[in-house]
């Protein structure tokens, strides 16, 4: 049997070791199933849960991950559990009058309900308003047993635990075991702020000034990433890339031959910061073979991996000359969307509504952390690209070790993700979606974001010389003898802007700001890739 | 004039300057008259906007703030603004096209309206279906012209920037102004994730591991505030304390006689961290007298103050034996509730109306911000006692250059609170309350609190011995010679959950936990306090 009624402490540990006889296959009718066995989760004001809890019975049986503690920060070393979060677990004792940790009555909470007009799956995601449903939350559902739902304003607007509330880690958890499959057994989830905030955590985490540690990323990187590091005295070092991103033999020689004086006293990196598909600000994305080969360095250095994937579902097929980038698998779900489907993702049509959404799932790359047999992964997840930027919730996913160090360092920083935030999304991706709803939700969203890339791109070749990429020569430049490269792109830039175009200055991007510029601001070609230098990271 | 039609950048300084000719008085008509001059809030999709764009003229004829260069920890010094959120500013040109940073396009956010039903200060904040009114804002209200809203769902769930929504910020700068009417020109607020990150960023942009910094506190002060300290390697020296909290002439000793070799190498600390009203976990509330002798103290010992008021707002009259401590003003104001308010904060009955609310704010003791004419004060305000924890949303007032670190900080980690706790926020707080509708609930949360208070202070004479404070004789515990007092202290909190009552250790609260016990768990009576040992700083 798997984990059953959760919420409190204590009933992982025998549960989850039952379910190792049988085990249930990674599939959206499994979660169904599992869901359906374990019963209603009892998960009250600020209930203490872990990934555990929801995880499928095989998940158990892979090997451990490697533990971390000469790589974790002093900072993050000497983090304990905040007491009040810890004390919260007593509240659901029956009966118990607590004196300790003040969490306000929800009687005085001014919001009785929330509503929200949303698309469906069964409508195909049609924003026409007679298309749209109408999902309510309220404030005591759970108490009132009002509709199936498991979370409910009293719950979601009170305090709760850092690692966010068990109704969406739940979710999290089992999307993440669908897609990624993670290779180790003590594999866990925790909510975020999104990825900006939990890249800062994971930073301070694995990275000290004192200890002259550094970090290894792209040679052009997520900008917010690279302003990150900086103020924390972590040195950034980029690893030469091309088409695919980063190149593993270059990252090896790197590493292989550090010299530590030669670098100023930097110690030889222990973390990548990598943002694998439609990375940022190149578009670049890698292929299987190029992530394990990456992963087969990190292993040999005993580095640390920051995977930040916030555009891993819009993975698009490359652009075909005169449009229709859509792919075969993408294509083919649009006429399939209009399986109906019910709250808890329950397929209307049972297992066999799954087969598009599981046939898209196939055709995504696969992640590093599906690849992390040591857990040297902390992968980044987000709703920034997909959902909305403002939720400002996305998760992370790590081995248990790191996972707590993160909770330890999220109890006295951000306390985990807004309870509005994670009402609308619980409410949203669980009860109204399910896995599969959200899965087709993907799917519309790539078919739209390649529909819009294929304008812009034929629009390129109806409009601009053949070849769409614009290399500026800086030594033909009026001022090139006088200025310097920087300023003459801070030139550019304001002209652009003055003739009514935002672009992005390369140099933003570069991962050694220290480092003589060449001349070419942005050496590769982004034709295929995803997205634009638009933020990875959060 | 008051600034006008902000959300862009360039139009404060002119506008602001101009309004020096007519001060208006601090009164909620003086900003219903300068919101009615401004005109309609424009504020589009990640505009840049602060706290001058929304202050009362005569507010920059104050002293300008002193700088704190010399406080500032290398990792806040090194800060620089974010190239991303910077870029963004320049979105409001009109017809530009951003190949800039990337915001996804609102048409795919998956939520066209979001509804509450809310209390409302006309029906006295009852509850009763019937009672309270639904409230809703679409994806595109301001673009389409749906009521007299300046926030849209395309807007508050976009990308933002870190300082908040220009909506909600100008919401704070107007409450803030009300409350304390800070003593420099320059003050200006931003958005939080809540005080418990807002004092993480504080501490990180004051606070040197290297430097050997100090932070002193109440001798016992909020946990979570400490553990925050902790793994920055921050040490934490504690203030004796009476029933009004910190003691000034102590921390004076404290600092004039400070032994840097004595204390194990720890700087003389330069930061102060106090919850005025309703200290946690004592209950003291500073006095007007205490306060002025604090910032006396500090400004000798040049001591930047971190003030953190979760409770400000739940100042209650000392509790009278047999009952009924509800304050003159706020019992009175119960009667007068009635008045109609309408969208904006307009008082349907003009003026006269805000009489009782005017007064309930003369009745709190003054902020320490509200005595700061140097700018060494960092408030921490927070909505979690007041409207709910789970929004995660509170905000910070200080000084331009202080505020600007703090900005600095937030673009490289939160990047600012949830879209939709602001969208609530703003809908209930601005657009249905307005200011006047949000003191009287205020003045009514204080009224259920102090009922609560008083049923439990009135329990406790009915059934409990005439003195309410428990002191326990650890010395005549049975293994009071063979265990330590923390071991001792572990049993009874055990034991108080086994017999269903969850109380809080005393030693969680210890600023100095290094030193060694006495017998005392808490030396202070907390009666006539507020709160509970709860969660200051959240």
Redesign the interface.
């Given at each position: 049997m798997a984990p059953t009624n959760v919420g409190g402490l204590g009933l992982v540990a025998e549960d989850v070791h039952i379910g190792r006889q049988a085990p249930e296959p990674l599939t959206l009718e499994g979660i169904r199933t599992r869901r359906a066995k374990a019963g209603k989760l009892d998960a009250p004001t600020a209930s203490y849960s872990d990934s555990d809890m929801f995880k499928a019975p095989q998940s158990f049986k892979k090997p451990l991950a490697k533990r971390w503690d000469h790589l974790l920060s002093?900072?993050?070393a000497?983090?304990?559990p905040?007491?009040?979060k810890q004390?919260a677990k007593?509240?659901k004792?029956p009966?118990?009058?607590?004196?300790?940790?003040?969490?306000?009555?929800s009687?005085?909470?001014?919001?009785?309900?929330?509503?929200?007009?949303?698309?469906t799956p069964a409508n195909k995601?049609s924003?026409h308003?007679s298309d749209?449903k109408e999902v309510t939350i309220g404030k005591h559902d759970v108490r009132d047993g009002v509709g199936e739902g498991v979370l409910d304003l009293s719950i979601?607007?009170?305090?709760?635990q850092s690692i966010g509330s068990a109704q969406l880690l739940r979710w999290v958890t089992e999307h993440t075991e669908l897609v990624h499959d993670p290779a180790i057994a003590d594999w866990r989830c925790a909510l975020t702020?999104?990825s900006?905030?939990s890249l800062?955590a994971a930073y301070r985490m694995f990275g000290d000034?004192?200890r002259g540690d550094g970090i290894l990323t792209e040679e052009y990187s997520f900008?917010?990433a690279l302003?990150?590091a900086?103020?924390?005295?972590l040195r950034v070092f980029g690893i030469p890339m091309d088409e695919q991103g980063l190149l593993p033999d270059k990252m090896d020689e790197l590493l292989t031959g550090w010299d530590e004086e030669a670098r100023g006293g930097a110690r030889r990196p222990r973390v990548l910061y990598t943002v694998p598909s439609g990375q940022n600000p190149t578009g670049a994305t890698q292929s299987e073979e190029r992530r394990r080969e990456v992963y087969r360095v990190c292993q040999k250095h005993d580095v640390f991996i920051f995977e930040d994937e916030p555009y891993y579902f819009l993975q698009m097929q490359p652009y075909q000359e005169g449009g229709s980038g859509k792919s075969d698998t993408t294509a083919q779900s649009s006429s399939t969307t209009t399986t109906a489907t019910k709250p808890h993702g329950e397929s209307v049509n049972g297992s066999n509504g799954d087969a598009d959404v599981e046939a898209f799932m196939r055709t995504l790359i696969p992640s590093l952390l599906s690849m992390d047999t040591d857990g040297r992964v902390l992968r980044h997840d987000s709703f920034?690209?997909v959902?909305?930027?403002?939720?400002?919730?996305g998760w992370v996913t790590g081995s248990e070790q790191v996972i707590e160090r993160y909770i330890r360092h999220a109890?006295?920083?951000?306390?985990?993700?807004?309870?509005?935030?994670?009402?609308?999304l619980y409410k949203?991706l669980d009860e109204e979606w399910g896995h599969d709803g959200y899965l087709r939700?993907l799917m519309h969203?790539r078919d739209?974001y390649a529909g819009?890339r294929d304008a812009i791109l034929g629009a390129c070749e109806r409009f601009l010389p053949g070849e769409l990429w614009l290399k500026v020569d800086h030594t033909r430049h009026p001022h090139a003898s006088d200025k310097s490269l920087l300023e003459l792109e801070e030139e550019i830039f304001d002209s652009c802007?003055e003739r009514?175009?935002?672009?992005?200055?390369g140099s933003?991007f570069r991962a050694e700001h220290d480092r003589p510029l060449s001349g070419a601001v942005l050496p590769h070609d982004v034709r295929g890739g995803v997205?634009?230098?638009?933020?990875g990271g959060?």
């Open positions: 002093p900072e993050s000497a983090r304990k905040c007491v009040l004390a007593h509240l004792k009966g118990l009058v607590s004196l300790g940790g003040g969490l306000p009555s009687d005085n909470f001014p919001f009785e309900s929330l509503s929200m007009q949303v698309p995601f924003q308003a749209l979601a607007l009170n305090y709760g702020i999104g900006t905030g800062e000034r004192a900008s917010t302003e990150t900086a103020p924390l005295g920034s690209k959902v909305v930027p403002g939720s400002r919730v109890e006295c920083c951000s306390q985990g993700p807004s309870g509005f935030s994670q009402a609308v949203l939700w969203l739209e819009r802007i009514g175009v935002l672009a992005c200055r933003w997205g634009g230098a638009d933020g959060d």
